[in-house]
């Protein structure tokens, strides 16, 4: 410390403003030439910042903290940690801490690349020739051919797992010395277990991938680390399994999407059951490509089982006193097909095969003389059906000829108009807005004599319910002009004028 305070007094004895500038020439040469350590490292630093001068010129140490902290040290933090990681490594190898294997016999050394923040890192360790021979067929090869008992490995991705791939050859016990391990080190130590042919080390290195839990991240390394090793062995196609199913033992993706899809559709759990829908609605939007294999057979296998329950339903209100339990029962079990309905058919859209359903709903004659004869309470979850494809036919989402939309509109409009009231008040899910628009767009893809007669209907409907019916006067206005104002004319034949270009 009595340096430091020489360092004082030569300050005061200069003017401040030479003196101040010779010092951070002199600290920042110091510093770079490496005569004069970081400050921050030091605990002194702590005193170095403390308030004790008074309007003194700058201290010695003062000039080192500032110029330090100008430094940029990357590459100094990153051979410090490789070099942490190397010690780690070798604290407790067994060439270093038993006399088991007697004299060295073989010095190695292992370098990183050029272009790695730890280019010039390099260690050199003395193990023994008849490990490496017995352990690693690369580096049998290699000893048999230089003669020599000096092995030097360039350019290594990892100095440190590299070292720690070579302690692992001294050890019985390989499975245990793996435990503990992250997935990303474990394929690091598996790189380098096949790049010098070290056949115990890679089944441990498997058979441990085989055994751990894997993150979604993970996952898509161990598969990206195999495919480039190309391990070929059982284990690796073990591990493998776990995420590539063989295609003469795999179950069709259709067939497995058709058995959960049924337990959803019988669910007792009401809870349960709207999870799992959320949740295969959720895995199938994910499949962008189209990848998964099922088939509108299927799909529409699902619906017409829907289809027949609700039906089935219906059928069985006719006989029931309001007043009874059974009533109550019923009425759930309709609003429960109905809701199972709406999930298939959004399954329908999404894969753009719901065109086939718009005729068979639109064709439910029946089941819409049942819907009349119900209390609204219990049937507005059907005429969410028809709001789904007026929707979706008004996105554009489903294509079908005129006839199909017209037949739609005919069996089941007044029946949505009928509900209308009760979705908007109960239905949490419903936006009032988005039905209303598709059902305007809905009408205004149809022939003007169709669109006429739809709208003048709607128009007298509104008039006595008002809120209670959707309202669509936008579609009204559109074919109001359509019809009376603008009066599209097109001529029977193209005429074509022909005319000479001036040149």
Same mark, same amino acid.
């Given at each position: 410390?009595?340096?430091?305070?020489?360092?004082?007094?030569?300050?005061?004895?200069?003017?401040?403003?030479?003196?101040?500038?010779?010092?951070?020439?002199?600290?920042?040469?110091?510093?770079?030439?490496?005569?004069?350590?970081?400050?921050?490292?030091?605990?002194?630093?702590?005193?170095?910042?403390?308030?004790?001068? +008074?309007?003194?010129?700058?201290?010695?140490?003062?000039?080192?903290?500032?110029?330090?902290? =100008?430094?940029?040290?990357?590459?100094?933090?990153? +051979?410090?940690?490789?070099?942490?990681?190397?010690?780690?490594?070798?604290?407790?190898?067994?060439?270093?801490?038993?006399?088991?294997?007697?004299?060295?016999?073989?010095?190695?050394?292992?370098?990183? =690349?050029?272009?790695?923040?730890?280019?010039?890192?390099?260690?050199?360790?003395?193990?023994?020739?008849?490990?490496?021979?017995?352990? #690693? %067929?690369?580096?049998?090869?290699?000893?048999?051919?230089?003669?020599?008992?000096?092995?030097?490995?360039?350019?290594?991705?990892?100095?440190?797992?590299?070292? @720690?791939?070579?302690? !692992?050859?001294?050890?019985?016990?390989?499975?245990?010395? !793996?435990?503990?391990?992250?997935?990303?080190?474990?394929?690091?130590?598996?790189?380098? &277990?096949?790049?010098?042919?070290?056949?115990?080390?890679?089944?441990?290195?498997?058979?441990?991938?085989?055994?751990?839990?894997?993150?979604?991240?993970?996952?898509?390394?161990?598969?990206?680390?195999?495919?480039?090793?190309? *391990?070929?062995?059982?284990?690796?196609?073990?591990?493998?399994?776990?995420?590539?199913?063989?295609?003469?033992? #795999?179950?069709?993706?259709?067939?497995?999407?058709?058995?959960?899809?049924?337990?959803?559709?019988?669910?007792?759990?009401?809870?349960? %059951?709207?999870?799992?829908?959320?949740?295969?609605?959720?895995?199938?939007?994910?499949?962008?490509?189209?990848?998964?294999?099922?088939?509108?057979?299927?799909?529409?296998?699902?619906?017409?089982?829907?289809?027949?329950?609700?039906?089935? &339903?219906?059928?069985?209100?006719?006989?029931?006193?309001?007043?009874?339990?059974?009533?109550?029962?019923?009425?759930?079990?309709?609003?429960?097909?109905?809701?199972?309905?709406?999930?298939?058919?959004?399954?329908?859209?999404?894969?753009?095969?719901?065109?086939?359903?718009?005729?068979?709903?639109?064709?439910?004659?029946? /089941?819409?003389?049942?819907?009349?004869?119900?209390?609204?309470?219990?049937?507005?979850?059907?005429?969410?059906?028809?709001?789904?494809? &007026?929707?979706?036919?008004?996105?554009?989402?489903?294509?079908?000829?005129?006839?199909?939309?017209?037949?739609?509109?005919?069996?089941?409009? @007044?029946? /949505?108009?009928?509900?209308?009231?009760?979705?908007?008040?109960?239905?949490?899910? *419903?936006?009032?807005?988005?039905?209303?628009?598709?059902? #305007?767009?809905?009408?205004?893809?149809?022939? !003007?004599?169709?669109?006429?007669?739809?709208?003048?209907?709607?128009?007298?409907?509104?008039?006595?319910?008002?809120?209670?019916?959707?309202?669509?006067? =936008?579609?009204?206005?559109?074919?109001? %002009?359509?019809?009376?104002?603008?009066?599209?004319? *097109? @001529?029977?034949?193209?005429?074509?004028?022909?005319?000479?270009?001036?040149?």
């Amino acid at each position: 410390m009595a340096s430091d305070s020489n360092s004082n007094n030569a300050i005061t004895h200069h003017k401040p403003g030479s003196s101040r500038i010779h010092q951070q020439q002199l600290v920042s040469t110091m510093i770079k030439q490496g005569f004069i350590s970081d400050p921050f490292l030091s605990p002194s630093r702590i005193t170095a910042l403390s308030p004790t001068l +008074h309007h003194q010129s700058p201290t010695l140490f003062e000039i080192m903290s500032v110029e330090q902290a =100008r430094e940029p040290k990357p590459a100094l933090d990153a +051979h410090k940690k490789l070099q942490e990681r190397v010690s780690a490594a070798l604290a407790h190898a067994p060439f270093n801490v038993s006399n088991q294997w007697g004299a060295a016999d073989v010095s190695l050394t292992v370098a990183g =690349r050029a272009e790695t923040d730890a280019a010039a890192f390099r260690v050199t360790v003395d193990v023994h020739l008849r490990v490496l021979a017995a352990k #690693s %067929r690369f580096f049998s090869e290699k000893l048999r051919r230089s003669g020599t008992h000096s092995v030097e490995i360039l350019e290594c991705d990892d100095v440190a797992v590299y070292v @720690e791939a070579v302690v !692992l050859m001294y050890s019985a016990e390989l499975k245990s010395k !793996l435990l503990g391990m992250e997935v990303s080190k474990i394929l690091a130590l598996l790189k380098i &277990c096949s790049a010098i042919m070290f056949d115990d080390g890679i089944r441990a290195c498997l058979e441990h991938l085989e055994a751990v839990p894997w993150s979604e991240g993970d996952e898509e390394s161990v598969v990206s680390h195999l495919n480039q090793l190309q *391990i070929d062995c059982s284990t690796a196609d073990r591990v493998l399994q776990r995420v590539i199913a063989d295609p003469s033992t #795999s179950s069709r993706v259709e067939n497995v999407f058709l058995k959960l899809s049924l337990g959803i559709l019988q669910a007792k759990d009401e809870k349960a %059951r709207r999870e799992m829908k959320g949740l295969i609605s959720q895995l199938l939007k994910e499949d962008d490509n189209d990848g998964l294999d099922i088939s509108r057979d299927v799909l529409y296998q699902l619906c017409h089982r829907c289809l027949g329950s609700l039906v089935l &339903c219906l059928s069985g209100t006719t006989g029931l006193d309001e007043s009874t339990q059974d009533r109550g029962a019923v009425m759930a079990e309709i609003s429960r097909e109905a809701e199972n309905m709406q999930w298939i058919l959004d399954i329908l859209i999404e894969r753009n095969v719901g065109d086939e359903f718009v005729d068979l709903w639109a064709d439910q004659k029946e /089941l819409a003389l049942l819907h009349s004869q119900l209390p609204t309470m219990y049937r507005h979850e059907i005429s969410k059906i028809t709001a789904q494809l &007026c929707i979706s036919i008004g996105r554009g989402q489903i294509l079908v000829p005129k006839e199909t939309r017209f037949a739609l509109l005919s069996t089941w409009l @007044e029946a /949505l108009y009928d509900d209308f009231g009760w979705m908007r008040m109960w239905g949490k899910s *419903i936006d009032r807005k988005v039905i209303e628009e598709g059902i #305007s767009q809905t009408i205004l893809t149809l022939p !003007l004599p169709q669109q006429q007669s739809v709208l003048v209907k709607w128009f007298d409907r509104f008039l006595n319910k008002g809120d209670d019916c959707p309202n669509i006067q =936008r579609a009204f206005e559109i074919w109001w %002009r359509r019809a009376f104002v603008k009066q599209y004319a *097109i @001529e029977s034949q193209l005429q074509l004028t022909v005319c000479d270009i001036p040149h």
